[in-house]
Protein backbone atom coordinates (compact mmCIF):
# COMPACT_ATOMS: atom_id res chain seq x y z
CA UNK A 1 0.00 0.00 0.00
CA UNK A 2 1.51 3.41 -1.17
CA UNK A 3 -1.22 5.94 1.23
CA UNK A 4 -1.43 9.52 0.74
CA UNK A 5 -3.53 11.69 3.14
CA UNK A 6 -4.48 15.32 1.73
CA UNK A 7 -6.08 18.19 4.10
CA UNK A 8 -4.66 20.58 6.72
CA UNK A 9 -4.24 18.94 9.85
CA UNK A 10 -6.55 20.76 12.01
CA UNK A 11 -8.89 19.81 9.98
CA UNK A 12 -11.01 17.70 12.08
CA UNK A 13 -12.11 15.25 9.31
CA UNK A 14 -8.44 15.04 8.29
CA UNK A 15 -7.23 14.24 11.85
CA UNK A 16 -9.96 11.28 12.38
CA UNK A 17 -8.32 10.02 8.97
CA UNK A 18 -4.91 10.34 10.68
CA UNK A 19 -5.86 8.87 14.01
CA UNK A 20 -7.19 5.64 12.14
CA UNK A 21 -3.94 5.34 10.25
CA UNK A 22 -2.13 5.33 13.52
CA UNK A 23 -4.38 2.52 15.17
CA UNK A 24 -4.19 0.09 12.13
CA UNK A 25 -0.22 1.18 12.49
CA UNK A 26 -0.31 2.27 8.56
CA UNK A 27 2.23 4.16 7.49
CA UNK A 28 1.15 7.01 4.97
CA UNK A 29 2.52 10.86 3.16
CA UNK A 30 0.33 13.74 4.58
CA UNK A 31 -0.14 16.64 1.87
CA UNK A 32 -1.53 19.08 5.00
CA UNK A 33 -3.35 21.45 1.69
CA UNK A 34 -5.45 23.90 2.92
CA UNK A 35 -9.09 23.27 1.36
CA UNK A 36 -9.06 27.06 0.10
CA UNK A 37 -8.93 27.73 -3.34
CA UNK A 38 -8.66 24.00 -4.58
CA UNK A 39 -6.91 23.15 -8.11
CA UNK A 40 -9.40 21.77 -10.94
CA UNK A 41 -7.26 18.68 -10.36
CA UNK A 42 -7.77 18.31 -6.83
CA UNK A 43 -11.42 18.78 -7.84
CA UNK A 44 -11.25 15.58 -10.04
CA UNK A 45 -10.30 13.80 -7.06
CA UNK A 46 -12.99 15.41 -4.34
CA UNK A 47 -15.86 17.63 -6.93
CA UNK A 48 -16.76 19.22 -3.09
CA UNK A 49 -13.03 20.79 -3.42
CA UNK A 50 -13.21 19.38 1.12
CA UNK A 51 -10.46 17.38 2.95
CA UNK A 52 -9.48 15.08 3.31
CA UNK A 53 -8.64 12.38 0.52
CA UNK A 54 -7.25 9.25 0.97
CA UNK A 55 -4.96 7.75 -1.96
CA UNK A 56 -4.08 4.36 -2.37
CA UNK A 57 -2.00 4.04 -5.66
CA UNK A 58 -4.47 5.39 -7.86
CA UNK A 59 -7.15 4.47 -5.88
CA UNK A 60 -9.02 7.82 -4.91
CA UNK A 61 -11.36 7.92 -1.84
CA UNK A 62 -12.73 11.20 -0.52
CA UNK A 63 -14.36 11.65 2.68
CA UNK A 64 -13.64 10.53 6.08
CA UNK A 65 -16.50 8.19 6.73
CA UNK A 66 -15.54 6.68 2.90
CA UNK A 67 -12.10 6.36 3.96
CA UNK A 68 -12.59 4.69 7.17
CA UNK A 69 -14.37 1.87 5.43
CA UNK A 70 -12.22 1.42 3.09
CA UNK A 71 -9.28 1.52 5.53
CA UNK A 72 -11.08 -1.37 7.92
CA UNK A 73 -11.49 -3.34 4.61
CA UNK A 74 -7.27 -3.24 3.61
CA UNK A 75 -6.08 -3.46 7.40
CA UNK A 76 -8.66 -5.21 9.54
CA UNK A 77 -6.90 -5.09 12.84
CA UNK A 78 -7.23 -3.90 14.88
CA UNK A 79 -11.15 -3.76 14.44
CA UNK A 80 -12.65 -0.45 14.47
CA UNK A 81 -16.48 -1.44 13.50
CA UNK A 82 -17.87 -4.07 15.91
CA UNK A 83 -18.99 -6.92 14.61
CA UNK A 84 -22.23 -7.46 16.25
CA UNK A 85 -25.39 -5.31 14.31
CA UNK A 86 -26.19 -3.71 17.12
CA UNK A 87 -23.34 -1.90 18.26
CA UNK A 88 -21.95 -1.58 14.69
CA UNK A 89 -25.06 0.45 13.90
CA UNK A 90 -24.39 2.56 17.04
CA UNK A 91 -21.49 2.97 16.44
CA UNK A 92 -21.96 4.66 12.95
CA UNK A 93 -24.55 6.60 14.35
CA UNK A 94 -21.86 8.41 16.95
CA UNK A 95 -19.58 8.66 13.97
CA UNK A 96 -22.40 10.76 12.20
CA UNK A 97 -23.83 12.29 15.51
CA UNK A 98 -19.80 13.62 16.04
CA UNK A 99 -19.01 14.19 12.52
CA UNK A 100 -22.00 17.08 12.06
CA UNK A 101 -23.49 18.16 15.01
CA UNK A 102 -20.83 17.91 17.60
CA UNK A 103 -17.85 18.85 15.41
CA UNK A 104 -20.64 22.03 14.38
CA UNK A 105 -20.54 23.04 17.71
CA UNK A 106 -16.76 22.52 18.52
CA UNK A 107 -15.51 23.85 15.12
CA UNK A 108 -17.38 27.06 16.03
CA UNK A 109 -15.52 27.18 19.02
CA UNK A 110 -12.37 26.55 17.38
CA UNK A 111 -13.29 28.74 14.11
CA UNK A 112 -14.09 32.21 16.40
CA UNK A 113 -11.23 31.42 18.89
CA UNK A 114 -7.94 30.17 16.73
CA UNK A 115 -8.58 30.29 13.18
CA UNK A 116 -10.21 34.21 13.52
CA UNK A 117 -7.32 35.79 15.49
CA UNK A 118 -4.82 33.66 14.48
CA UNK A 119 -4.92 32.80 10.81
CA UNK A 120 -7.98 35.21 9.50
CA UNK A 121 -6.62 38.05 11.55
CA UNK A 122 -10.00 39.44 13.02
CA UNK A 123 -11.65 39.25 16.47
CA UNK A 124 -13.73 36.28 17.29
CA UNK A 125 -17.32 36.70 17.55
CA UNK A 126 -18.22 35.71 21.02
CA UNK A 127 -21.68 35.38 20.74
CA UNK A 128 -21.14 32.64 18.56
CA UNK A 129 -18.66 31.26 21.07
CA UNK A 130 -21.32 31.49 23.61
CA UNK A 131 -24.06 30.37 21.78
CA UNK A 132 -21.71 26.89 21.06
CA UNK A 133 -20.78 26.51 24.18
CA UNK A 134 -24.31 27.32 26.16
CA UNK A 135 -26.85 25.95 23.14
CA UNK A 136 -25.32 23.89 20.74
CA UNK A 137 -23.04 21.57 22.69
CA UNK A 138 -24.66 20.91 26.09
CA UNK A 139 -27.60 18.81 24.45
CA UNK A 140 -24.88 16.68 23.27
CA UNK A 141 -22.77 16.27 26.12
CA UNK A 142 -26.01 15.29 28.04
CA UNK A 143 -26.50 12.69 25.56
CA UNK A 144 -22.64 11.18 25.58
CA UNK A 145 -23.22 11.39 29.54
CA UNK A 146 -26.05 9.31 29.31
CA UNK A 147 -24.45 7.23 27.07
CA UNK A 148 -21.22 6.16 28.99
CA UNK A 149 -21.52 2.86 30.37
CA UNK A 150 -18.69 1.21 31.99
CA UNK A 151 -16.64 -0.27 29.56
CA UNK A 152 -14.94 2.87 29.29
CA UNK A 153 -15.46 3.05 25.21
CA UNK A 154 -18.83 5.20 23.92
CA UNK A 155 -20.01 1.58 22.30
CA UNK A 156 -19.88 -1.92 23.73
CA UNK A 157 -16.74 -3.00 25.41
CA UNK A 158 -13.77 -1.87 22.63
CA UNK A 159 -12.49 1.37 21.36
CA UNK A 160 -14.12 1.77 18.01
CA UNK A 161 -15.06 4.32 14.89
CA UNK A 162 -17.30 6.47 17.01
CA UNK A 163 -14.41 6.64 19.85
CA UNK A 164 -12.28 8.35 17.24
CA UNK A 165 -14.71 10.46 15.51
CA UNK A 166 -15.65 12.00 19.03
CA UNK A 167 -11.76 11.93 19.75
CA UNK A 168 -11.48 14.39 16.61
CA UNK A 169 -14.13 16.50 17.44
CA UNK A 170 -13.32 17.15 21.07
CA UNK A 171 -9.37 17.92 19.76
CA UNK A 172 -10.60 20.37 17.96
CA UNK A 173 -12.35 21.75 21.28
CA UNK A 174 -9.18 21.47 22.68
CA UNK A 175 -7.02 23.42 20.70
CA UNK A 176 -9.55 26.17 21.26
CA UNK A 177 -9.21 25.51 25.07
CA UNK A 178 -12.27 24.15 25.15
CA UNK A 179 -13.23 21.88 28.67
CA UNK A 180 -16.26 19.46 29.06
CA UNK A 181 -17.01 20.67 32.09
CA UNK A 182 -16.47 17.60 35.06
CA UNK A 183 -18.66 18.65 37.48
CA UNK A 184 -21.76 18.44 35.17
CA UNK A 185 -20.49 15.77 32.52
CA UNK A 186 -18.20 13.86 34.96
CA UNK A 187 -17.68 10.38 32.60
CA UNK A 188 -17.78 12.83 29.48
CA UNK A 189 -14.99 14.41 30.84
CA UNK A 190 -13.27 11.49 31.99
CA UNK A 191 -14.38 9.53 28.28
CA UNK A 192 -12.90 12.83 26.47
CA UNK A 193 -9.38 12.19 28.63
CA UNK A 194 -8.99 8.64 27.98
CA UNK A 195 -9.38 9.12 24.48
CA UNK A 196 -7.20 11.86 23.76
CA UNK A 197 -4.12 10.06 25.97
CA UNK A 198 -3.85 6.81 23.65
CA UNK A 199 -1.12 7.52 21.29
CA UNK A 200 -3.16 8.01 18.18
CA UNK A 201 -4.72 11.39 19.57
CA UNK A 202 -1.49 12.26 21.72
CA UNK A 203 0.71 12.59 19.07
CA UNK A 204 -1.68 14.70 16.42
CA UNK A 205 -2.98 16.65 19.55
CA UNK A 206 0.45 17.59 20.11
CA UNK A 207 1.33 18.55 16.16
CA UNK A 208 -1.70 21.15 16.13
CA UNK A 209 -0.40 22.64 19.44
CA UNK A 210 2.98 23.30 17.35
CA UNK A 211 0.58 24.48 14.34
CA UNK A 212 -1.25 26.93 16.58
CA UNK A 213 1.94 27.89 18.74
CA UNK A 214 3.59 28.42 14.67
CA UNK A 215 0.70 30.48 14.19
CA UNK A 216 0.77 33.18 17.24
CA UNK A 217 4.28 33.39 17.11
CA UNK A 218 4.85 34.43 13.11
N1 LIG B 1 -18.05 14.83 5.44
C1 LIG B 1 -16.72 15.27 5.09
C2 LIG B 1 -16.51 16.66 5.61
C3 LIG B 1 -15.20 17.27 5.09
C4 LIG B 1 -15.10 18.77 5.36
O1 LIG B 1 -16.12 19.46 5.57
N2 LIG B 1 -13.87 19.29 5.37
C5 LIG B 1 -13.66 20.71 5.54
C6 LIG B 1 -12.41 20.97 6.38
S1 LIG B 1 -12.66 20.63 8.06
C7 LIG B 1 -13.40 21.34 4.19
O2 LIG B 1 -12.69 20.78 3.38
N3 LIG B 1 -13.96 22.53 3.96
C8 LIG B 1 -13.73 23.26 2.75
C9 LIG B 1 -15.00 23.56 2.01
O3 LIG B 1 -16.09 23.29 2.54
O4 LIG B 1 -14.89 24.11 0.92
C10 LIG B 1 -15.70 14.27 5.65
O5 LIG B 1 -16.00 13.56 6.60
O6 LIG B 1 -14.61 14.16 5.06
Do not use: C
Amino acid sequence: MALKVTGVGLSPYVRKVRAILAEKGLEYEHDPMLPLGVSDDYKRKHPMGKVPVLEDGDRVIPDSSAIAHYLEGVQPTPALFPSDPYERARAIWIEELADSAIVAGTATVFQERVLAPLFFKRDGDEAKIKEALEETLPPYFDYLERNLGDSGWIVGNDYSIADVALGTAFATFAIAEGKVDAARWPKLAAYVERVHARPSFKKLMEEDAGAKAAAAGG
